[in-house]
């Protein structure tokens, strides 16, 4: 049972334009939402995080948008550069003792073009 | 402190054969985790650790797979008589005792493991 649906699976954007990946859960009890960025060959590292207690965060050109009624979150890039062609991950996980594991989507290969 | 440290980077061995791989964590992170990474996939959770203890283990570690935190610091991951479908990439994670459930993560660079 897949209990972090990812989408798209590939993007490309052109350089200035706005990236945006989409991630669906089913289970109630995540309470922690995270994206990853990986390059190839690297471990994946943080981008931004959210819970669901706000509906958006920002960092940066990074955006979270969050909906608990939906349970949906999204990332939004703003400005995309060259730079930000890599894997991202969405994950789902639970802030509090006794649970540790994090669940991730299949990631999207998000492509920025100049 | 340069991070999560994982060795060796790459490994290729012949199936049937016995691989070891190592996971220096953040030193004064407690909890250490190990996941897989299969092609085009995210990561999935194997098992995981606080201190020495091993608290969780993913149905995916079956009994060729074993790991160990013998002093709380460092931990190995073994898989014995290697299949061809153990080829993917093993990420080792660290988090500190400051932090809850699963936030903090910090992933080192992964052993990518090839079986031929």
């Known amino acids: 049972q897949q209990q972090v649906k990812q989408s798209p699976q590939s993007l490309i954007v052109q350089k200035g334009g706005i990236s945006i990946i989409n991630c669906a859960y089913e289970?109630?009890?995540?309470?922690?939402f995270p994206w990853y960025q990986q390059f190839p060959g690297k471990g994946p590292a943080l981008l931004i995080a959210?819970?669901?207690?706000?509906s958006e965060k920002k960092e940066g050109r990074f955006t979270i948008s969050f909906n608990k009624s939906a349970k949906q979150f999204s990332l939004h890039i703003m400005d995309s550069q060259p730079g930000d062609s890599a894997t991202y991950f969405c994950?789902?996980?639970?802030?509090?003792?006794?649970?540790?594991?994090?669940?991730f989507g299949k990631g999207t290969k998000l492509s920025v073009i100049p | 402190d340069t991070g999560v440290s994982q060795d060796p980077r790459h490994k290729i061995t012949k199936r049937g054969q016995n691989v070891t791989f190592r996971c220096d964590p953040i030193?004064?992170?407690?909890?250490l985790y190990w996941y897989r990474q299969t092609l085009g996939q995210g990561p999935e959770f194997l098992t995981y650790?606080?201190?020495?203890?091993?608290?969780?283990k993913s149905r995916l570690l079956s009994d060729r797979f074993s790991a160990e935190r013998p002093k709380g610091s460092f931990s190995t991951l073994e898989i014995q008589r290697t299949e061809q479908g153990d080829s993917a990439m093993y990420l080792c994670?660290?988090?500190?005792?400051?932090?809850?459930?699963?936030?903090?993560?910090?992933f080192g660079s992964g052993t990518r493991l090839t079986v031929v």
């Open positions: 994670a660290s988090s500190p005792r400051s932090t809850q459930g699963a936030i903090g993560y910090t």
């Open positions: 289970n109630t009890a995540f309470d922690y």
């Open positions: 959210i819970r669901p207690d706000v």
């Open positions: 994950a789902a996980g639970v802030d509090g003792a006794g649970s540790y594991q994090l669940t």
């Open positions: 030193s004064e992170h407690n909890r």
């Open positions: 650790f606080q201190n020495e203890a091993q608290l969780e």
